[in-house]
T-cell receptor, first 111, second 114 residues
Framework: TQLLEQSPQFLSIQEGENLTVYCNSSSVFSSLQWYRQEPGEGPVLLVTVVTGGEVKKLKRLTFQFGDARKDSSLHITAAQPGDTGLYLCAGEPGNNRKLIWGLGTSLAVNP | EPEVTQTPSHQVTQMGQEVILRCVPISNHLYFYWYRQILGQKVEFLVSFYNNEISEKSEIFDDQFSVERPDGSNFTLKIRSTKLEDSAMYFC????????????FGSGTQLSVL
């Protein structure tokens, strides 16, 4: 069974701090996606990484896919209260099979 | 910007009753999904649907669940006889054809079974 483990599970920081959250697996994925979910809403796709070692930037968010395509990280620079939410990673195993989801990192950025 | 819409936003029902959750996927998308999320827990895959048939389903999606695309725009999830443990937020998602899966989620239906 393929699993994605996210860490930390909870993170509470002050506005302006930097943070990194992780998404790890022992399995290889053909792609990996990061979503943000706010309370009472559905997940919203932030980015998809496909190539091992790939780095993508979305304003203050930097996403990296591990060289072996088994893990990924999300780094947020100078976090703002608007970054508060649940960050979910989801891996695509390939062969058109369903996405594998992590449990998420719940981030709270305090003003 | 096109979005996935779900109705109702909240549904309260008695145990044993049938419920139908409705979704209008993004119009040019061809893959459709139902997920659910119990408060504080993981997003759980229920079923995927393509070309008018189920392409994959999870162990959760037993005989009490069914999906239908009754016309060109709606995608429904029916639970025939609800149980207390069916209480959850149910999300519909759609994805365009081909390439990497990119799921676009609706805002969900909060189902409460009493």
């Amino acid at each position: 069974t393929q699993l994605l483990e996210q860490s930390p599970q909870f993170l509470s920081i002050q506005e302006g701090e930097n943070l990194t959250v992780y998404c790890n697996s022992s399995s290889v994925f053909s792609s990996l996606q990061w979503y943000r979910q706010e309370p009472g809403e559905g997940p919203v796709l932030l980015v998809t990484v496909v190539t091992g070692g790939e780095v993508k930037k979305l304003k203050r968010l930097t996403f990296q896919f591990g060289d072996a395509r088994k893990d990924s990280s999300l780094h947020i620079t100078a976090a703002q209260p608007g970054d508060t939410g649940l960050y979910l990673c989801a891996g695509e195993p390939g062969n058109n099979r369903k996405l594998i989801w992590g449990l998420g990192t719940s981030l709270a950025v305090n003003p | 910007e096109p979005e996935v819409t779900q109705t109702p936003s909240h549904q309260v029902t008695q145990m044993g009753q049938e419920v139908i959750l409705r979704c209008v996927p993004i119009s040019n998308h061809l893959y459709f999904y139902w997920y659910r999320q119990i408060l504080g827990q993981k997003v759980e895959f229920l079923v995927s649907f393509y070309n008018n048939e189920i392409s994959e389903k999870s162990e959760i999606f037993d005989d009490q669940f069914s999906v239908e695309r009754p016309d060109g725009s709606n995608f429904t999830l029916k639970i025939r006889s609800t149980k207390l443990e069916d209480s959850a937020m149910y999300f519909c998602a759609s994805s365009p054809l081909g390439g990497i899966k990119k799921l676009f989620f609706g805002s969900g239906t909060q189902l409460s079974v009493l």
